[in-house]
């Protein structure tokens, strides 16, 4: 929030942090149920049914955010009209948030604290980056996309890194 309220001003830090809660309001479940895994992923045990669920629940949670959330920000919020977009776009990070979330729980609880933090890295540096230059090019659209992409790079991060480990450990369990 500093480096936006500094380089673009406090009208599109507005903007962005409504966007912002609205993801975050998205996240609700994943973040619930990832409490719920990470206990069974530290002493191996695997939920891949509720993790597939919970995938195919953040994919319906963007489809529902795109149909509420514009009707909501207008009826509530009309002088935040231009959020509209920026939800739009923030809320197709649940789903790569969601997936970022899954691994996390599993490198956890695999105590592979390393793939967590360098993913943490990831996500933290691409958005930074993304934030100043797609916000340069596109303002709080662009913003937006910064958050749907450093979470995505790091959900990839994480899958390639567990493809990695089931590669050099074909016979463990993960």
């Given amino acids: 929030k500093l480096i936006i309220a500094s380089l673009f001003g406090f009208t599109i830090l507005g903007n962005y942090s409504l966007g912002i809660q609205f993801f975050l309001l998205l996240l609700i479940i994943p973040q619930i149920v990832w409490k719920y895994i990470l206990p069974y992923d530290s002493v191996g045990v695997e939920n891949k049914k509720l993790k597939q669920i919970l995938v195919f629940v953040s994919v319906g949670l963007t489809i529902l955010s795109f149909i509420v959330f514009?009707?909501?920000?207008?009826?509530?919020?009309?002088?935040?009209?231009?959020?509209?977009?920026?939800?739009?776009?923030?809320?197709?990070?649940?789903?790569?948030?969601?997936?970022?979330?899954?691994?996390?729980?599993?490198?956890?609880?695999?105590?592979?604290?390393?793939?967590?933090?360098?993913?943490?890295?990831?996500?933290?540096?691409?958005?930074?980056?993304?934030?100043?230059?797609?916000?340069?090019?596109?303002?709080?659209?662009?913003?937006?996309?910064?958050?749907?992409?450093?979470?995505t790079c790091s959900a990839v991060y994480m899958i390639f890194q567990d493809k990695l480990q089931n590669r050099k450990n074909p016979n463990k369990i993960h």
């Fill in 70 to 151: 514009p009707s909501f920000i207008e009826l509530f919020f009309p002088q935040y009209s231009e959020t509209v977009n920026i939800t739009r776009i923030i809320s197709v990070a649940i789903i790569p948030a969601t997936i970022f979330l899954i691994y996390h729980s599993k490198f956890l609880g695999m105590e592979k604290s390393k793939y967590v933090f360098i993913s943490s890295a990831i996500l933290t540096v691409v958005q930074i980056l993304g934030i100043i230059i797609l916000g340069n090019l596109y303002q709080t659209q662009g913003m937006a996309l910064a958050i749907v992409l450093a979470y």
